[in-house]
């Protein structure tokens, strides 16, 4: 059982917006920086938002997070089939003194 | 474009050790913190280990804290994970993992593809 808990599963229709959501605890989210994750197919993990809402170069401007309290979203908007992956967030944890990812959610887009 | 490869792989038994290793290029190695990720097949990621760029701050999953030991060698550029006492659970996908910046406390902003271990009799 992950410590950061994310939806199973997500889906939208193409153009649409969705929001994955991620749940924390003050040890982690609550006092460090989110990350969010893709993971297309037999791909290896790609980083798609750090520090809460912060996008790599290269990563669409429909890719945005944000992060209250103890808990982060993705948002995806103008959803597109190439999105269709699995999408995980991390955080520090200060208990555990180590990275803790959420259980991952699997976007469809129908 | 920065690039991790991954050996050292395969199959083993319960029990025994395996040693990985990641090549990493084209970006200043000792410049960054490094990691492994671990990913059973068709499940979520696991973060198992990270060093800092100089070795100074280690940090390890309990799952495998006191049977696996990462290191590093910043001259030949490459990161290590020396696993013992393998188990049946340790059976995953190890992703070489590059870190944002120093310290273990920050974004993996590069990833290798991964070298499959499998731990069975």
């Known amino acids: 059982q992950s410590v950061l808990t994310q939806p199973p599963s997500a889906s939208g229709t193409p153009g649409q917006r969705v929001t994955i959501s991620c749940s924390g605890s003050?040890?982690?989210?609550?006092?460090?920086?989110v990350y969010w994750y893709q993971q297309l197919p037999g791909m290896a993990p790609k980083l798609l938002i750090y520090?809460?809402?912060q996008r790599p170069s290269g990563v669409p401007d429909r890719f945005s997070g944000s992060k209250s309290g103890t808990s982060a979203s993705l948002a995806i908007s103008g959803l597109r089939s190439e999105d269709e992956a699995d999408y995980y967030c991390?955080?520090?944890?200060?208990?555990?003194?180590?990275?803790?990812f959420g259980g991952g959610t699997e976007l469809t887009v129908l | 474009e920065v690039q991790l490869v991954e050996s050292g792989g395969g199959l083993v038994q319960p029990g025994r050790s395996l040693r990985l290793s990641c090549a990493a290029s084209?970006?200043?190695?000792?410049?960054?913190?490094m990691h492994w990720v671990r990913q059973v097949p068709g499940k979520g990621l696991e973060w198992v280990s990270g060093i800092t760029w100089n070795s100074g701050n280690i940090g390890y999953a309990d799952s495998v804290k006191g049977r696996f030991t990462i290191s590093r060698d910043n001259a030949k550029s490459s990161l290590y994970l020396q696993m013992n006492s393998l188990r049946a659970e340790d059976t995953a996908f190890y992703y070489c993992v590059k870190g944002y910046g120093q310290w273990l406390v920050s974004a993996f902003d590069c990833w290798g593809q991964g070298t499959l271990v499998t731990v069975s009799s």
């Open positions: 003050s040890s982690n989210i609550g006092d460090n920086y």
């Open positions: 084209r970006f200043t190695f000792d410049d960054y913190a």
């Open positions: 991390a955080a520090w944890d200060d208990s555990l003194s180590g990275v803790i």
């Open positions: 520090r809460n809402n």
